[in-house]
């Protein structure tokens, strides 16, 4: 449009202007975004799309050149039922994955971070095998169809009881690779709808060094996990030959036992070293080629043949004795893992302390720092939580509801049926984990009380100084909403507690490498005549029962998904925030949305710019995407758009959690390439967003001079505590949602498209 045309009626000149919305977490409806009861989609598709009001169909703000376009991409996150129950028995993937996002700058490459977490990452693909090795391999194979009670009125069981021990052992074994194979089909099917802008050639990610979040190719992580799932495939399989042929050698040991079972170790050191370099790249000698596979082909056929051999040489009857106990080696491997993870999860927590107290970057940080090994906390406590509660409860409903323990001897000619006695210390330490973390926090949110009071109170004293006596409750109400909005803040120390007692659970568990577990540690210590051993073994299944409460709630929470939608965007919001960064760690954990997201919403600004220019409102979590969206655009782009944010989290959450790739410095850099051409809104009442330059914290004064003290604008909320004369309730309170609606919203994007014209005449907005 040429800025020269006149306005419809002769009005003043204008240059064309689109707003371009875009939502936040749980997403929400193009209709209500737009304010439009009847819009179309312009460009993308049903999984993200961008809408329009449709011409013809009630008011359009299309008259005066402004016109007002939304970006809806809450599919992505929100998509059907399956997918959704899929995303949340993923959850330790996607948490060991944030954990290298949110590790401290650097200032450079070099970091231990990035090849810790992939470690750690790679014990959990491990612990995830061997839980389902735990309950086919051990429990059913090894333990029960045995025993003629355990497979008593059990036809789905009972003919696996005429197998010989080794046909059984061979067949069960391939229910763990095919849960394994389960896992690569739901990240591929998953990621499907998020692969429509592949990266142009040297633009897919590679490099451990400190990446920033505006180098090209940055949303692009398809080739990383590639190699990250053949890798992770070689370390699930060979775990699963480990354990194959330690029980062979242990039933009857032999030559070819013993070289299988030196290659599968063998297999398992070389995805170790794969895993500790980073993903070189060939081509053009200056870094810019695709990722070189070269190492990762071998590994791959090797772990298939190897996997192929050993199921060859296990179903070789070899006549052994009736197999007693749980499965050779097995518990050994559940132990010794478990000691692995504490000792990486204690370097990771090492390594964060000193790239924080050395690292470039001294911005405000949350968690103390510690975020990228409370993830990898949280991420083990919740792969441990998952296996326990999956192994016992099967073990409980083949035992039928008799699990032997001190408190509870087993029956005279009953299966053993008793997993590992580390997945009892990791019931203890959830247990003991919940409670302590569930009692800080009530300590925090009620010790925080007075304080968070006394600051709402100077801030409803601020916005309304005379009430009358019938808008007292009402402005009391408004305080006690501002004093919630800040409990975030609080919560710190509740999440450095969880990080301590995962550390010294992990450690604790690793004494069962010596044979000592929870009964036996207490009957050591504490020379009773069986007491303590009695109440501590009724608090692993305390522990138990809990943690299968858990998992079940998460199974229901799935299953209401399906049939609420508003349940379904409630689970999203998690996903939002946990799978906005690429899989640069685990292969299986749920995709990167904005691995579309943002390429699609840079690719609609740039085209915009081509015929005008473009407000970028982000709302919430919009708010990131537009951000990263500017910092990948050219120059010549961001030249015609503005930013306006509004019930933002980019500094009260990701400056603070991410501070390497969206902290303060990053913020800066985005303000001063955009001209600061940038107005942020935020509100006291608003638990999520806040202001991004000019406080740390809801309520406080601005302290920041220069463009940045500039961006940010507080609005009232509510508007007022009386009763309009024309109306019969007080104005709501809108704490997160809507902005769009308040004036300070309508005058902010004015005044964004006013400095945007070269006249510096904003243009007319209709209604």
């Given at each position: 449009?040429?800025?020269?045309?006149?306005?419809?009626?002769?009005?003043?000149?204008?240059?064309?202007?689109?707003?371009?919305?875009?939502?936040?977490?749980?997403?929400?409806?193009?209709?209500?975004?737009?304010?439009?009861?009847?819009?179309?989609?312009?460009?993308?598709?049903?999984?993200?799309?961008?809408?329009?009001?449709?011409?013809?169909?009630?008011?359009?703000?299309?008259?005066?050149?402004?016109?007002?376009?939304?970006?809806?991409?809450?599919a992505?996150?929100?998509?059907?039922?399956?997918?959704?129950?899929?995303?949340?028995f993923?959850?330790?993937?996607?948490?060991?994955?944030?954990?290298?996002?949110?590790?401290?700058?650097?200032?450079?490459?070099?970091?231990?971070i990035?090849?810790?977490?992939?470690?750690?990452?790679?014990?959990?693909?491990?612990?995830?095998?061997?839980?389902?090795?735990?309950?086919?391999?051990?429990?059913?194979?090894?333990?029960?169809?045995?025993?003629?009670?355990?497979?008593?009125?059990?036809?789905?069981?009972?003919?696996l009881?005429?197998?010989?021990?080794?046909?059984?052992l061979?067949?069960?074994?391939?229910?763990?690779?095919?849960?394994?194979?389960?896992?690569?089909?739901l990240?591929?099917?998953?990621?499907?709808?998020f692969?429509?802008?592949?990266?142009?050639?040297?633009?897919?990610?590679?490099?451990?060094?400190?990446?920033?979040?505006?180098?090209?190719?940055?949303?692009?992580?398809?080739?990383?996990?590639?190699?990250?799932?053949?890798?992770?495939?070689?370390?699930?399989?060979?775990?699963?030959?480990?354990?194959?042929?330690?029980?062979?050698?242990?039933?009857?040991?032999?030559?070819?036992?013993?070289?299988?079972?030196?290659?599968?170790?063998?297999?398992?050191?070389?995805?170790?070293?794969?895993?500790?370099?980073?993903?070189?790249?060939?081509?053009?000698?200056?870094?810019?080629?695709?990722?070189?596979?070269?190492?990762?082909?071998?590994?791959?056929?090797?772990?298939?043949?190897?996997?192929?051999?050993?199921?060859?040489?296990?179903?070789?009857?070899?006549?052994?004795?009736p197999?007693?106990?749980?499965?050779?080696?097995?518990?050994?491997?559940?132990?010794?893992?478990?000691?692995?993870?504490?000792?990486?999860?204690?370097?990771?927590?090492?390594?964060?302390?000193?790239?924080?107290?050395?690292?470039?970057?001294?911005?405000?940080?949350?968690?103390?720092?510690?975020?990228?090994?409370?993830?990898?906390?949280?991420?083990?406590?919740?792969?441990?939580?998952?296996?326990?509660?999956?192994?016992?409860?099967?073990?409980?409903?083949?035992?039928?509801?008799?699990?032997?323990n001190?408190?509870?001897?087993?029956?005279?000619?009953?299966?053993?049926?008793?997993?590992?006695?580390?997945?009892?210390?990791?019931?203890?330490?959830?247990?003991?984990?919940?409670?302590?973390?569930?009692?800080?926090?009530?300590?925090?949110?009620l010790?925080?009380?007075?304080?968070?009071?006394?600051?709402?109170?100077?801030?409803v004293?601020?916005?309304?100084?005379?009430?009358?006596?019938?808008?007292?409750?009402?402005?009391?109400?408004?305080?006690?909403?501002v004093?919630?909005?800040?409990?975030?803040?609080?919560?710190?120390?509740?999440?450095?507690?969880?990080?301590?007692?995962?550390?010294?659970?992990v450690?604790?568990?690793?004494?069962?490498l010596?044979?000592?577990?929870?009964?036996?540690?207490?009957?050591?210590?504490?020379?009773?005549?069986?007491?303590?051993?009695?109440?501590?073994?009724?608090?692993?299944?305390?522990?138990?029962?809990?943690?299968?409460?858990?998992?079940?709630?998460?199974?229901?929470?799935?299953?209401?998904?399906?049939r609420?939608?508003?349940t379904?965007?409630?689970?999203?919001?998690?996903?939002?925030?946990?799978?906005?960064?690429?899989?640069?760690?685990?292969?299986?954990?749920?995709?990167?949305?904005?691995?579309?997201?943002?390429?699609?919403?840079?690719?609609?600004?740039?085209?915009?710019?081509?015929?005008?220019?473009?407000?970028?409102?982000?709302?919430?979590?919009?708010?990131?995407?537009?951000?990263?969206?500017?910092?990948?655009?050219?120059?010549?782009v961001?030249?015609r758009?503005?930013?306006?944010?509004?019930?933002?989290?980019?500094?009260?959450?990701?400056?603070?959690?991410?501070?390497?790739?969206?902290?303060?410095?990053?913020?800066?850099?985005?303000?001063?390439?955009?001209?600061w051409?940038?107005?942020?809104?935020?509100?006291?009442?608003?638990?999520?967003?806040?202001?991004?330059?000019?406080?740390?914290?809801?309520?406080?004064?601005?302290?920041?001079?220069?463009p940045?003290?500039?961006?940010?604008?507080?609005?009232?909320?509510?508007?007022?505590?009386?009763?309009?004369?024309?109306?019969?309730?007080?104005?709501?309170?809108?704490?997160?949602?809507?902005?769009?609606?308040?004036?300070?919203?309508?005058?902010?994007?004015?005044?964004?498209?006013?400095?945007?014209?070269?006249?510096?005449?904003?243009?007319?907005?209709?209604?």
């Amino acid at each position: 449009m040429n800025p020269d045309r006149q306005l419809p009626g002769g009005g003043a000149l204008a240059h064309e202007v689109v707003e371009l919305r875009v939502h936040g977490v749980s997403g929400t409806s193009a209709e209500s975004l737009l304010d439009h009861p009847v819009v179309i989609r312009v460009a993308g598709d049903t999984n993200a799309g961008f809408y329009r009001p449709r011409p013809g169909f009630g008011i359009s703000d299309r008259p005066g050149g402004m016109h007002v376009e939304a970006y809806r991409w809450g599919a992505l996150t929100a998509g059907g039922a399956v997918r959704t129950l899929s995303l949340l028995f993923l959850l330790p993937f996607m948490l060991v994955n944030l954990a290298v996002w949110a590790r401290p700058p650097t200032g450079g490459s070099g970091s231990p971070i990035g090849p810790l977490c992939r470690l750690l990452a790679a014990t959990l693909t491990v612990a995830f095998v061997l839980s389902i090795v735990g309950v086919t391999v051990d429990i059913v194979g090894w333990q029960c169809t045995p025993y003629e009670p355990c497979v008593r009125n059990r036809p789905y069981l009972s003919w696996l009881s005429y197998l010989p021990l080794g046909p059984r052992l061979a067949l069960l074994a391939l229910v763990p690779i095919g849960a394994l194979r389960l896992l690569w089909w739901l990240g591929e099917r998953s990621a499907r709808v998020f692969e429509a802008f592949p990266a142009a050639r040297g633009q897919d990610r590679g490099g451990d060094g400190e990446d920033r979040i505006d180098s090209p190719g940055f949303w692009n992580d398809a080739l990383v996990v590639q190699r990250l799932r053949a890798i992770h495939r070689a370390v699930g399989l060979g775990t699963l030959d480990v354990i194959l042929l330690g029980a062979q050698i242990n039933i009857f040991p032999t030559p070819v036992a013993y070289v299988l079972f030196v290659a599968a170790w063998l297999l398992l050191a070389a995805c170790v070293v794969l895993l500790t370099m980073p993903a070189r790249r060939v081509g053009d000698g200056q870094g810019r080629g695709p990722v070189d596979f070269r190492g990762i082909r071998p590994v791959r056929v090797v772990a298939t043949g190897l996997t192929v051999l050993a199921l060859i040489y296990t179903v070789i009857p070899l006549e052994p004795p009736p197999p007693r106990e749980q499965l050779p080696g097995y518990e050994g491997a559940v132990a010794a893992l478990v000691a692995v993870q504490a000792a990486l999860l204690a370097a990771l927590t090492a390594a964060t302390l000193h790239q924080r107290r050395h690292g470039a970057g001294k911005g405000t940080s949350w968690l103390s720092g510690l975020a990228a090994p409370v993830f990898a906390a949280a991420a083990i406590a919740a792969a441990y939580g998952f296996s326990a509660a999956l192994v016992y409860r099967v073990a409980d409903f083949l035992d039928r509801g008799e699990i032997p323990n001190p408190a509870r001897p087993n029956l005279p000619g009953a299966p053993p049926l008793e997993p590992p006695v580390s997945y009892r210390w990791a019931a203890l330490a959830g247990l003991v984990a919940i409670v302590v973390v569930a009692a800080t926090t009530m300590w925090r949110v009620l010790s925080s009380r007075r304080r968070r009071r006394r600051m709402a109170e100077e801030v409803v004293r601020r916005d309304f100084p005379d009430v009358p006596p019938e808008a007292v409750n009402r402005r009391r109400a408004v305080r006690e909403v501002v004093a919630r909005a800040a409990i975030a803040e609080q919560l710190t120390p509740a999440f450095i507690v969880f990080l301590v007692l995962s550390l010294i659970g992990v450690a604790a568990v690793g004494l069962d490498l010596i044979g000592i577990g929870p009964s036996d540690l207490s009957r050591r210590m504490i020379h009773t005549d069986g007491t303590a051993t009695t109440n501590l073994a009724i608090a692993t299944d305390v522990g138990m029962y809990v943690i299968g409460l858990v998992g079940l709630g998460i199974l229901v929470l799935g299953v209401l998904s399906y049939r609420s939608e508003e349940t379904r965007r409630t689970v999203a919001v998690i996903w939002d925030l946990g799978t906005f960064w690429p899989r640069t760690v685990h292969p299986f954990a749920p995709p990167c949305y904005a691995e579309r997201a943002v390429p699609e919403l840079a690719k609609r600004v740039t085209a915009l710019t081509a015929r005008g220019d473009v407000v970028l409102s982000g709302h919430s979590h919009g708010s990131v995407l537009a951000a990263a969206t500017l910092l990948q655009l050219p120059d010549s782009v961001r030249q015609r758009v503005a930013l306006l944010t509004h019930g933002s989290p980019l500094h009260r959450l990701y400056a603070r959690l991410f501070p390497a790739f969206l902290g303060d410095a990053t913020l800066h850099e985005l303000g001063d390439r955009i001209g600061w051409r940038w107005v942020n809104l935020w509100r006291d009442t608003d638990p999520v967003g806040g202001p991004i330059f000019s406080a740390h914290h809801p309520g406080e004064r601005p302290r920041v001079s220069g463009p940045a003290g500039t961006v940010d604008r507080r609005l009232r909320d509510p508007r007022a505590v009386v009763v309009d004369p024309d109306d019969t309730v007080p104005p709501p309170i809108d704490q997160h949602w809507p902005y769009h609606t308040d004036r300070g919203y309508e005058a902010a994007v004015h005044e964004l498209a006013g400095r945007l014209d070269p006249t510096g005449q904003p243009p007319r907005r209709h209604r």
